[in-house]
């Protein structure tokens, strides 16, 4: 498994996917299951083109930054800050797994706004770690392991950054 790879491939699906163009994502990075957590977007590649096609339309002006890629075995997570018309911020965190050919066959997200105001300092990218806690099929010692890379980054007071 090549991690490199699996996270510039990442990184490529999805910034292709958001800029409009996300069957071409899907011919170029995706296996041939494409199994989708998210339950505002339907299972499979139609139901991730139909999504990213009807986000362009709605909101062709959104804009996403990639702040870290992360890889592990055949997972790989990214972190992101989107910022979306009426300048209204999102912080995600994205995790793909991989097949043994390089290809997309699984996706997990978690989104949150950032506020504009919290009552305490810790960053937000921890809520969405554990949140994913909560999926039955994820990895946990690949979770655990993204943990402790973003605690060690002080993500409080983070800057964004392009993956590459």
């Given at each position: 498994?090549n ?6 491939s990442?990184?490529?699906?999805y ?41 362009q ?7 996403i ?10 997972l ?36 949150q ?10 960053s937000i990218?921890?809520?969405?770690c ?18 402790s890379?973003?605690?060690s ?8 950054v392009?993956?590459?």
């Amino acid at each position: 498994m090549n991690t490199s790879k699996n996270k510039a491939s990442a990184i490529s699906f999805y910034r292709m996917a958001y800029a409009g163009h996300p069957k071409e994502a899907v011919e170029r990075y995706v296996g041939a299951d494409y199994i989708q957590h998210n339950p505002a977007v339907a299972n499979g590649t139609a139901g991730f083109i139909d999504y990213f096609e009807r986000m362009q339309v709605e909101y062709p002006e959104k804009s996403i930054e990639f702040v870290r890629a992360i890889a592990e075995g055949d997972l790989v997570a990214l972190h992101t800050h989107q910022t979306w018309p009426g300048n209204d911020q999102y912080v995600t965190m994205d995790f793909f797994r991989f097949d043994k050919n390089g290809k997309i066959v699984e996706h997990w997200d978690a989104i949150q706004q950032i506020p504009k105001s919290s009552a305490n300092t810790l960053s937000i990218a921890y809520r969405y770690c554990f949140d994913l806690l909560l999926s039955p099929s994820f990895n946990l010692p690949f979770l655990t392991h993204a943990i402790s890379v973003l605690d060690s980054s002080s993500l409080s007071n983070y800057s964004i950054v392009h993956a590459t």
